[in-house]
């Protein structure tokens, strides 16, 4: 493997300077990486350009520097799969700013552009892939579709999942005291708030009994990520029928 010892120090200094200002200032769509301690490979993550085949696709190249760079142009190398008739089917490139129409004073960022620029305006003139160079002259529609096709295979972005709400929707056991942090699920078991509360008044008067009861049902309430106190969810289920019961008992003991 080439390391930075094989490209001379000039060339090293030249590469560390034009590195700076990608990093510091990326073209539209493309972002470079490099490993410090060998730049003679430079990779970059091209975005699919909007209104093309490649549109929503992201697409990693790199850019093979010989001992003899800039003397000599950089071998450009898809390394996502990619439909297009100026790659070939091993990835490689082929344009003419990385062949004769090359100069020592292009540099990274103008082989990049033009790169990117081949993903928009496609030469199937000078066609790598013979399949897609024909398919794009004689049936652009089929092509097109070839092309989108690759692209949702090979080199789609991830999506990003979304989070699930804090708050949900969940009963509460009114006899429990619940502690809900962000993030957790509140769903627990189905329990009523209070049930069947029940309460014997006896009537004195007359000798008979009545029985009155109270049913309190379950509800379903929305929880925020606090903790939450029982008193806070029985105080509504009191019932103050302890009052009716010792009127009832004095009215008794005054007949005695």
Not at 84 to 95: F, Q, W, Y
Not at 186 to 209: C, F, I, M, W, Y
Request: charged residues 25%; glycine residues 6%.
């Amino acid at each position: 493997m080439a390391t930075n010892e094989n490209l001379p120090p000039r060339v090293i200094k030249e590469l560390a300077r034009e590195l700076k200002s990608l990093d510091e200032s990326p073209p539209d769509d493309i972002r470079v990486s490099v490993n410090e301690d060998n730049f003679s490979t430079i990779f970059a993550d091209i975005d699919g350009p909007p209104g093309t085949p490649y549109e929503g696709g992201v697409f990693r190249m790199k850019l093979v520097l010989s001992q003899d760079f800039p003397q000599t142009p950089p071998k450009g190398y898809f390394m996502t799969k990619i439909f297009h008739p100026n790659i070939a089917k091993n990835g490689e490139i082929c344009v003419n700013t990385l062949k004769k129409d090359w100069k020592p004073t292009l540099g990274l960022r103008h082989v990049l552009l033009v790169v990117r620029c081949l993903l928009i305006e496609p030469f199937p003139e000078s066609a790598l892939n013979e399949e897609a160079g024909k398919m794009l002259m004689e049936d652009y529609e089929g092509y097109a579709k070839h092309a989108r096709l690759m692209t949702g295979i090979h080199a789609l972005k991830p999506k990003v999942r979304s989070k699930v709400a804090i708050g949900e929707s969940t009963t509460i056991n009114a006899s429990t005291t619940i502690n809900a942090g962000p993030g957790e699920s509140l769903s627990s078991q189905v329990v009523p708030l209070a049930s069947n509360v029940q309460h014997r008044d006896n009537n004195l008067d007359n000798g008979t009994g009545s029985n009155t009861e109270v049913h309190v049902f379950s509800t379903t309430a929305t929880m925020s990520p606090k903790r939450v106190e029982s008193s806070e969810l029985t105080s509504s289920a009191k019932v103050p029928l302890d009052k009716k019961k010792l009127e009832a008992r004095k009215k008794s003991l005054k007949r005695l």
